[in-house]
């Protein structure tokens, strides 16, 4: 752990600046810090890992499907449409 | 569809309605649609405002304010200004066990949707379009009618809370 990329982004501050680094919309300096926290700082690329993690685990929810009662409801209402 | 309108109204059956409301929608307004979007976000759309309005209807309250402030982590997990580090972790994330699947195991699951269905709706509805529904961050925001920072504020809180709920939850099943 460095001292000063620390206190150049702790990693209080980091932690907020998750998302946007990882959808790439850092600002160029901010980009250069936050990345060189991470490689001095094993905490935070743990914790980057557990939100990216969290992101495709969200992605693998599974859909929730609708009801039997409510797909009948919209069968019908399509076939009243077609018609 | 349904996971979109959940986002804003409580009830299962609440949301189907909306659902099977926003087709009536979309099949009547289809020759209005003018292709500027994607038929996927216009359709969203359609839901959101939907669900929208009937959870004001339903609940007739003060809209939510868009963020309820506060640090995405609990400060008390960072070293005090005073310290030689300041904010630097007092205590770190804890580990997850690997692999990834494990973590889709059912009762994680649950805590994950547990965590999604606490969220302020307005988070619950950025985290449902970005991260279970894949949309990109435009037609988020144009879905939400929200400016592109506000999109990400919101995304960060909501992302942050699943993963504060997961490492929790981690955390009680070791120790029983």
């Known amino acids: ?83 | 569809m349904l996971g979109v309108a959940r986002a804003r109204v409580e009830s299962r059956a609440v949301a189907e309605e909306v659902v099977q409301e926003a087709w009536l929608v979309v099949l009547r307004d289809l020759d209005r649609f003018d292709g500027r979007s994607s038929l996927r976000t216009w359709v969203l759309g359609i839901v959101v405002n939907l669900a929208r309005s009937r959870a004001r209807a339903e609940r007739r309250s003060v809209p939510l304010p868009l963020d309820d402030g506060g640090p995405v982590v609990d400060g008390a997990r960072f070293l005090p200004s005073d310290a030689r580090w300041p904010g630097h972790w007092a205590l770190g994330p804890l580990p997850w066990p690997g692999p990834e699947e494990a973590l889709l195991a059912a009762e994680t699951r649950e805590v994950i949707l547990g965590a999604i269905v606490a969220l302020p709706p307005a988070q619950r509805e950025v985290l449902v379009l970005r991260d279970l529904e894949g949309l990109d961050a435009a037609d988020a925001c144009s879905v939400l009618g929200l400016t592109d920072t506000n999109q990400r504020v919101l995304l960060h809180r909501a992302r942050s809370r699943v993963r504060t709920a997961i490492e929790q939850h981690v955390h009680q099943a070791e120790q029983r």
């Not at chain 1, 160029?28 to 060189?36: G, I, K, M, N, Y």
């Not at chain 1, 980057?48 to 409510?70: F, H, K, N, V, Y």
């Open chain 1, 1 to 83: 752990m460095t001292q000063d990329i620390v206190a150049e982004m702790p990693c209080r501050e980091l932690v907020e600046l998750v998302t946007d680094y990882v959808e790439d919309r850092l600002a160029p300096l901010h980009r250069a810090r936050f990345e060189a926290h991470l490689a001095e700082c094993g905490e935070c690329t743990t914790y980057l890992d557990q939100m990216r993690q969290t992101i495709r685990l969200l992605g693998r929810l599974p859909e929730d499907s609708l009801s039997p009662e409510a797909a009948e409801t919209l069968t019908a209402a399509f076939r009243d449409w077609s018609r």
